[in-house]
């Protein structure tokens, strides 16, 4: 198993979520389930917490799961991206370019240490 952990400063959950998706895609994944759900932060009713989660299966197997991806986080502050790709189904290539992507359009981001 690959883990992959980034934490990004300023970026709306939901953007960094349809980018996740649209890149993996691009890999040549196989879409599985997604789920994006937004929550109100107790005691203030303007700001907003963001939680997603999207999976890819391996193509011609539904049910055999190659890359998960976490995403929670607030435009406002801090937003948390975790990707688990499972080596033997999503090759290290096509990861190292989501990374690359991800990178290109979110680096100047992305929080420090």
Same mark, same amino acid.
């Given at each position: 198993?690959?883990?992959?952990?980034?934490?990004?400063?300023?970026? @709306?959950?939901?953007?960094?979520?349809?980018?996740?998706?649209?890149?993996?895609?691009?890999? %040549?994944?196989? *879409? !599985? #389930?997604? =789920?994006?759900?937004?929550?109100?932060?107790?005691?203030?009713?303007?700001?907003?917490?963001?939680?997603?989660?999207?999976?890819? @299966?391996?193509?011609?197997?539904?049910?055999?799961?190659?890359?998960?991806?976490?995403?929670? %986080?607030?435009? *406002? !502050? #801090?937003? =948390?991206?975790?990707?688990?790709?499972?080596?033997?189904?999503?090759?290290?290539?096509?990861?190292?370019?989501?990374?690359?992507?991800?990178?290109?359009?979110?680096?100047?981001?992305?929080?420090?240490?």
């Amino acid at each position: 198993m690959i883990r992959i952990r980034k934490t990004y400063t300023g970026v @709306n959950p939901e953007l960094l979520y349809a980018e996740i998706r649209d890149f993996t895609l691009k890999q %040549g994944a196989v *879409r !599985g #389930e997604d =789920k994006l759900e937004t929550y109100t932060l107790p005691d203030q009713s303007a700001d907003f917490i963001t939680r997603g989660t999207l999976t890819f @299966n391996v193509k011609g197997e539904p049910g055999k799961e190659s890359l998960r991806v976490h995403i929670v %986080g607030s435009a *406002r !502050g #801090e937003t =948390k991206l975790m990707l688990d790709a499972d080596e033997a189904h999503f090759p290290q290539e096509k990861l190292n370019a989501i990374q690359e992507d991800l990178d290109f359009i979110f680096g100047s981001y992305e929080a420090e240490g």
